[in-house]
């Protein structure tokens, strides 16, 4: 079947809502029947291109780490659309639930708490494989040390043996990277991969990330709170504030101009290795409100510098700054610009 | 010539465990003037945090201080018995913990961690004088004082750290040691914590030695820096001279690990291997695995300490 | 893997290592005493009248006889049995039910986990010998019976055990990752979970072991247990009791000593392997 030029994305997420219910004692269900909900995420939108590596940016309760594990479906939505590969993640069958998961992989953050301290890493790498049926059970265990090999946890027989107490930190997360990707996946959600790992290490992780996307073709969401690292790994980043994204855009775009006022007081406060450099910081006020009640309007009010009347009323759209760059914010609306500067 | 206001002389720190002998630390020696920030700079095992506690005397079992000197204004710190160390931590010396989470109790009103420090340190003084303080310090670092009713949990993260920070400077100590005091923080937390610190130095006059992974923050923060690597210091100097020409391939290698924002290109360069076991530590240079620039006597000799372009640095190359 | 744990551990001092290996030893002693009581002992422990009643330790009983001339020895040496099979019958029995029980409640949740707790806490609120006693009571005596009994009241133990911990590993990322792979519930189960709850199940078994023992000798003691005519700890504990009036200390101090040697041995295992077992995870310096 021709498509012809029009390219679909290989993911495109619209909509997608998660609440968690807040809990609450056997005597407040008795009581009242309000129920309280964190919006973890509250209607996100965006597409992803085949190889590309997309940055999920943010600081706690931005909902990046839900997006993440919706975007697998390990936990279920509360409202919204997943399509990846053409195929309906949301409404897939426990079956078709099961292929996907062969394709689409996740790295997690705490590689002590991703492996059972009772299995050694070789079979907990080899239990993907048993899982999916993959090759014979001769077979398995060869390309379980083959892959150990490609993560650089040499020499893979000894490796293969070990229990994850019995390894470094570094070490135990080129295991769980060696785990999603034994499975040969289209797509592999990383969550802070580098985050608990020393930072003379961090580096030769993402380099085998980066590595390993050029052999298998791969397409990774990088999720992370580290603005510096995701320059360094991501060709998109979208930056995402209490549940909602607030700017997306290739990398240098958002990195050297980003637009939202959240976005800019991020890049002004990261420390910067350089003794020299004079830092600007152009800090919000307060802490970022709990995702149970947020603001009104656009989110990022209450601390924005530069807010103005309609942001505490009319929560923001996303707004095109070119074709790849695009803000959620009032400042670059068209018919807002034209109030504020009603001269020009 | 101005006398320091701290200084370590061959301090060395081990923990036993099953295994054998951790040796955290290993000949340890430093000295810190009055007024200045030192930074000290290493990953985990680098020995920086048990450092850090080593200075209170705060070594926890089954660690011990096998080795060393310490000096605080004419104070042998190893030599004070129990009560003179409760009267130097927190009134001379204080810490900032890293997560201030478990470092509050979650039992106490803020304003009641106040009143037990101050009335702690100085008994003869009144409630009402202890809650007024609590007032004016928490009223510096952007906390209202009507907070001082709430309890711990309350309080966001970046809150609690500054409650940790007015502690530490309730009683005008003149050295504070900050331990990762921004690692568990988000980033817009951190620089505001950030600011504050160095707002509050200059205005108190504080010496600062400032623990932590992180090389953007002791640039930002720190006049001079301990590069530490398998308890030991292996280069130590001010921060633009490290900065500018690091000479310890450790430190070479640290620096540009490190992601830079401004200078993608020259960032996230991996330094092969991992860091060593701190009980079969390898002979002679401890660096030597994992160094670029390993030759003959790295592997037999532990290279000293020596002073080389305004700084002091411990490898062969510079013997 | 355990064997080698244990022995890295000997070689190193390791305390908790002593213990497991005391522990055990003590356990396969009584065991092996009362498997070979049969051949070994020199009496019939039933057969009263083999010498004259309420002798002291001598030359030729040498733990003496009651008051019914049977040989204490004979006696101490065959009564274990009852006790070690009731304790053996009872601690399969429950912790295949509780485990099974605990394991379903914890990782299905819901209606069903809350149900089942409310119903295991309330057996677990009684003391457990007066539950034992009146669950005997209605079933008569017997072994199996005895194992029954003992079982009901260590259900909720394993229960409360399993469920608390498989609750925390259910939200543990590796379970978390090995959904994330595509296994199965049933895989996750076993592979995943099952084994990070042994060490704490093996705990429980063996205090489950030195309990029941407790438990069987108290409900022998009581008439509760096996009729008489067995030779068994319990009773020689209800003769042991009296005769101590008239002196005779050796009818209830030499099997009375067995019981605690018996209980003592499990509890220690229990304690060593529980040390052994849950931190050898926490080793990192």
Request: aromatic residues 6%; contains cysteine; neutral net charge.
């Amino acid at each position: 079947m021709t498509r012809g030029c029009l390219l679909l994305p290989f993911v495109e997420v619209t909509g997608l809502r998660k609440y968690f219910p807040v809990q609450r004692s056997f005597l407040e269900n008795a009581v009242s029947r309000k129920h309280e909900f964190v919006r973890a995420v509250d209607d996100v939108e965006f597409t992803i291109e085949k190889g590309e590596t997309f940055g999920l940016v943010g600081e706690s309760g931005s909902g990046k780490t839900t997006t993440g594990r919706l975007l697998l479906r390990l936990i279920e939505p509360t409202s919204g659309k997943i399509t990846i590969q053409e195929k309906d993640i949301v409404s897939a069958h426990p079956n078709e639930l099961r292929d996907f998961r062969r394709q689409a992989q996740m790295i997690f953050q705490d590689p002590t708490a991703a492996l059972s301290p009772r299995m050694t890493i070789g079979q907990a790498i080899k239990d993907a494989l048993d899982i999916h049926q993959i090759g014979s059970s001769n077979t398995r265990k060869e390309l379980v040390l083959q892959m150990l090999d490609r993560v650089g946890l040499v020499p893979a027989k000894l490796f293969y043996d070990k229990y994850p107490h019995q390894l470094s930190g570094g070490q135990r997360q080129r295991a769980v990277i060696g785990r999603a990707m034994i499975l040969e996946p289209h797509l592999v959600v990383a969550d802070e991969p580098v985050a608990m790992v020393d930072v003379s290490i961090r580096a030769q992780i993402l380099n085998l990330l980066l590595s390993l996307k050029r052999d298998l073709g791969l397409t990774y969401v990088f999720i992370t709170h580290d603005l510096a690292t995701a320059n360094y790994f991501c060709d998109r980043i979208a930056i995402m504030y209490l549940g909602k994204i607030v700017e997306v855009g290739l990398r240098e775009e958002v990195f050297n101009s980003p637009k939202h006022p959240y976005a800019v007081a991020l890049m002004s406060a990261i420390p910067v290795p350089d003794p020299q450099h004079k830092l600007q910081r152009t800090l919000p006020r307060g802490e970022i409100p709990s995702p149970i009640n947020p603001p009104a309007g656009c989110r990022f009010h209450p601390r924005c510098p530069k807010a103005f009347d309609i942001c505490s009323i009319k929560e923001p759209g996303m707004i095109k700054i070119s074709q790849t760059h695009r803000v959620a914010c009032h400042l670059f609306s068209v018919e807002e610009q034209k109030l504020l500067q009603p001269d020009a | 010539m101005v006398k320091p206001l701290l200084s370590i002389q061959n301090l060395s720190v081990e923990y036993a465990s099953k295994r054998g002998q951790v040796k955290a630390v290993t000949d340890v020696s430093l000295v810190l003037d009055e007024g200045s920030t030192l930074g000290i700079v290493g990953e985990s095992g680098s020995g920086k945090s048990t450092l850090g506690f080593a200075i209170l005397n705060l070594i926890p079992l089954p660690g011990r201080i096998v080795a060393g000197r310490i000096t605080f204004d004419h104070t042998d710190i190893l030599k004070q018995n129990e009560d003179d160390m409760r009267r130097i931590r927190g009134g001379q010396i204080s810490i900032i913990f890293q997560d201030p989470l478990t470092s509050l109790n979650p039992l106490l009103k803020i304003r009641d961690h106040f009143t037990e420090l101050l009335r702690i340190h100085s008994p003869s003084t009144s409630k009402e004088d202890a809650i007024s303080k609590a007032g004016q310090l928490l009223d510096n670092l952007a906390i209202s004082p009507e907070r001082l009713s709430d309890y711990p949990h309350q309080f966001s993260g970046g809150m609690r750290q500054r409650v940790m920070i007015g502690l530490a400077l309730a009683l005008n100590p003149r050295l504070v040691i900050a331990d990762e005091p921004t690692t568990a923080l988000d980033v817009i937390v951190e620089a505001q914590i950030l600011e504050l610190m160095k707002r509050l130095k200059d205005e108190y006059g504080l010496t600062v030695i400032l623990i932590t992974h992180n090389i953007g923050i002791v640039a930002e923060m720190a006049d001079r820096i301990a590069v530490m690597y398998a308890g030991q210091i292996v280069e130590m100097g001010p921060t633009n001279d490290i900065f500018a020409d690091p000479l310890h391939p450790y430190t070479k290698g640290l620096l540009e690990s490190a992601p830079n924002i401004l200078h993608p290109e020259r960032s996230m360069r991996p330094i092969p291997g991992s860091p060593p076991d701190l009980i079969t530590l390898p002979s002679g240079c401890k660096f030597h695995p994992r160094c670029s620039r390993v030759f003959e006597p790295c592997r037999i000799r532990e290279p000293l300490p020596v002073e080389c372009n305004r700084r002091l640095v411990a490898c062969h190359l510079y013997d | 893997m355990s064997r080698k744990l244990r022995f890295e551990s000997l070689a190193t001092g390791g305390a908790s290592a002593w213990m497991v290996v005391i522990g055990g030893v003590t356990i396969l002693t009584v065991v092996m005493m009362t498997v070979l009581s049969h051949y070994i002992s020199p009496f019939n422990p039933t057969a009263i009248n083999v010498g004259p009643i309420l002798q002291p330790p001598n030359s030729r009983f040498p733990l003496g006889t009651n008051h019914l001339g049977e040989d204490m020895l004979s006696r101490v040496l065959c009564g274990g049995s009852v006790m070690l099979q009731v304790a053996i019958l009872s601690v399969v029995i429950c912790s295949i039910t509780g485990v099974s029980i605990g394991l379903m409640s914890a990782y299905v949740g819901g209606f069903v986990g809350k149900i089942s707790s409310l119903v295991m806490d309330s057996i677990y609120a009684f003391p457990g010998l007066v539950l034992a006693i009146a669950i005997a009571a209605m079933l008569g005596p017997g072994v199996i019976n005895m194992a029954l009994a003992i079982a009901v009241v260590y259900v909720p133990s394993y229960f409360r055990v399993v469920r608390s911990q498989v609750l925390t590993v259910k939200e543990l990322t590796y379970v978390e990752a090995a959904r994330a792979l595509g296994a199965k519930s049933r895989r996750i189960i076993t592979r995943y979970i099952l084994p990070n709850l042994l060490p704490s199940v093996v705990v429980v078994v063996t205090l489950n072991f030195a309990d029941a023992i407790l438990m069987a000798a108290g409900l022998t003691f009581l008439g509760l247990g096996v009729p008489v005519s067995i030779a068994d700890w319990g009773w020689d504990l209800t003769y042991g009791r009296q005769l101590m009036f008239v002196g005779a200390w050796w009818v209830g101090g030499f099997p009375g000593f067995m019981i605690v040697v018996t209980v003592w041995g499990f509890t220690i295992l229990g304690e060593g392997l529980s040390e052994l077992l849950n931190p050898r995870l926490r080793e990192m310096v």
